[in-house]
């Protein structure tokens, strides 16, 4: 867990389905749906497997590790609680969904296209905290 | 699908910076495309229209003053209108309407009512898991179909901008487009552009204005017995494929379907189009179109467009009304690019004019790369 806290503008509504998964941020732990029927893994969480249509769900932890499908530097926000620069990004996750995100702390350099990623979190006003990405350092 | 159908009437409302009600400027629309096919507002029994209101199709037709045996607002943004001439066709095939009215019409410049970051309802998916990093809605998700495109492919933003570039060439070429008196584009004056949600400037987005049009579709049989000469709908298709940034892959694109099913009905192939309409909401979008699409191959789209077989007096024009980069976009520009094909396939397009055109491609892309719909048009045969 990081200190970074996001926009007091962004307040996610959790529903009956995505509660475990908000809650699960406090821990900073990544929650990923599977299947217990067909073993698909699904991002966001939803009320059936999007593979099967089975409706019997686990929830697995993801294991924070990814790489870049693409990424976009935003210069305009949407509204003014976002402070710019900042970079929006596809991940496409180790298990398998991609999901939309945010990377810190890259340089121009590092940031391309299939770039390896690790998870990292950025606190909300409400204790729940959104999971971002980091370029994994090369070894 | 036998039953032949066809447009009979099309025309734009007032363009540009109009200060005009949506409905003001669909009325003109409608009744401009009525009067181009020598209908009267009381033959009107089908209407498609969407961005009006919740009940958009039920609003215009309250202000028409018609009560209409077939209506459809079905909410695919700018691919709709490319939809509803599928729709339409079914319904008039099936015997449920037999003059229809697909329209559009849009204040937002005079309104000031678009907004960059664009809207996502609170109670959808995209609420809770991608609105909170801020995306731009829908210039951000183009941005990394852009961004993806660049990397696999080896290109530069230098080949984003040529579609830029194309589309102000036309515009230079017709009266109408907002862009008409701006001079040629160069490429450096693109990537100068203040950039927005990289690798996309301004510059690569398309234009926010007032606007609107309006097609009128009936059966081919009746058609041959009105003002002008029939453009015969020859095909359609579509494919519907997301409205989140994460849940399908940026590339390709649904016009691939789209764009295979519209062929397949026609019983035509992208060798036998002489006019090609695209939806250009930001200039990637001309490039994925044009390589789902099938008018060349993975990765030539940029050098296709480079060519001068796209520009006035090529082989492939392209975007011939200036486009949604230069000409208009209100929003749900869909509804234009039919208004321009058939004007193209009926010689109406004065100094832009492509020389003899047999068959025309209007495709519509909604949302972020979300909905797409394919129509195929061509002079009676």
């Known amino acids: 867990m990081t200190d970074r806290v996001a926009p007091l503008s962004v307040h996610p509504i959790p529903d009956e389905i995505t509660g475990p998964w908000w809650e699960a941020t406090r821990e900073s732990c990544l929650l990923l749906q599977r299947c217990v029927g067909c073993s698909h893994v699904q991002h966001y969480p939803r009320a059936m497997c999007t593979k099967c249509a089975g409706t019997d769900l686990e929830w697995i932890e993801a294991q924070g590790i990814g790489t870049i499908d693409s990424f976009t530097i935003v210069q305009r926000p949407p509204s003014p609680a976002f402070e710019v620069p900042y970079v929006i990004a596809r991940v496409c996750l180790a298990e398998g969904p991609t999901m939309l995100t945010k990377i810190i702390d890259a340089t121009d350099e590092e940031l391309v296209c299939d770039a390896t990623v690790s998870l990292d979190w950025e606190m909300l006003s409400d204790g729940h905290q959104l999971p971002i990405f980091r370029i994994t350092n090369p070894q | ?381």
């Not at chain 2, 209908?39 to 609003?59: P, W």
């Not at chain 2, 664009?118 to 990394?144: I, W």
């Open chain 2, 1 to 381: 699908m036998t039953a032949l159908t066809a447009i009979v009437g099309a025309a734009e409302s007032d363009l540009g910076v109009t200060n005009a009600s949506i409905l003001t400027l669909q009325s003109q629309a409608i009744t401009r495309a009525l009067a181009d096919a020598g209908l009267k507002i009381s033959d009107v029994d089908g209407l498609a229209t969407s961005g009006v209101s919740r009940f958009s199709a039920t609003q215009v037709a309250d202000y028409l003053g018609i009560q209409p045996s077939w209506c459809d607002s079905t909410f695919a943004g700018g691919s709709a209108y490319e939809m509803y001439v599928a729709r339409a066709s079914q319904a008039i095939a099936a015997g449920q309407a037999s003059t229809i009215v697909i329209s559009f019409a849009s204040n937002q410049r005079s309104a000031r009512s678009r907004s960059l970051g664009g809207v996502v309802e609170s109670h959808t998916p995209e609420a809770q898991f991608e609105s909170p990093y801020g995306p731009l809605y829908p210039l951000s998700y183009y941005a990394m179909a852009a961004q993806r495109y660049l990397h696999d492919y080896s290109l530069t933003r230098a080949d984003l901008a040529q579609v830029a570039v194309l589309a102000r060439e036309w515009a230079l070429l017709n009266p109408k487009a907002y862009r008409h008196d701006a001079g040629p584009l160069t490429i450096d004056e693109v990537l100068a552009a203040p950039m927005i949600s990289s690798p996309l400037t301004s510059a690569d987005c398309c234009l926010v204005t007032d606007g609107g049009g309006a097609v009128v579709v009936t059966s081919l049989e009746r058609a041959r017995d009105l003002a002008k000469a029939p453009v015969q709908i020859l095909g359609y298709g579509e494919s519907t494929t997301n409205t989140s940034m994460s849940q399908v892959p940026l590339l390709p694109t649904g016009a691939a379907a789209s764009g295979k099913a519209a062929f397949a009905r026609a019983g035509l192939t992208p060798a036998d189009v002489d006019v090609i309409a695209l939806y250009d909401s930001f200039t990637i979008t001309v490039l994925l179109s044009l390589e789902a699409l099938g008018f060349c191959g993975p990765g030539e789209a940029a050098a296709l467009v480079a060519s001068d077989r796209v520009r006035p007096g090529g082989d492939l024009p392209l975007n011939t009304s200036g486009g949604g980069l230069a000409y208009c976009h209100p929003g749900q520009y869909g509804v234009l690019l039919l208004v321009e094909a058939v004007r193209q396939l009926r010689g109406e397009a004065g100094a832009r004019q492509v020389p003899n055109p047999k068959v025309a491609l209007a495709h519509g892309t909604g949302g972020i790369l979300s909905t797409h719909a394919t129509v195929l048009l061509g002079v009676d045969r």
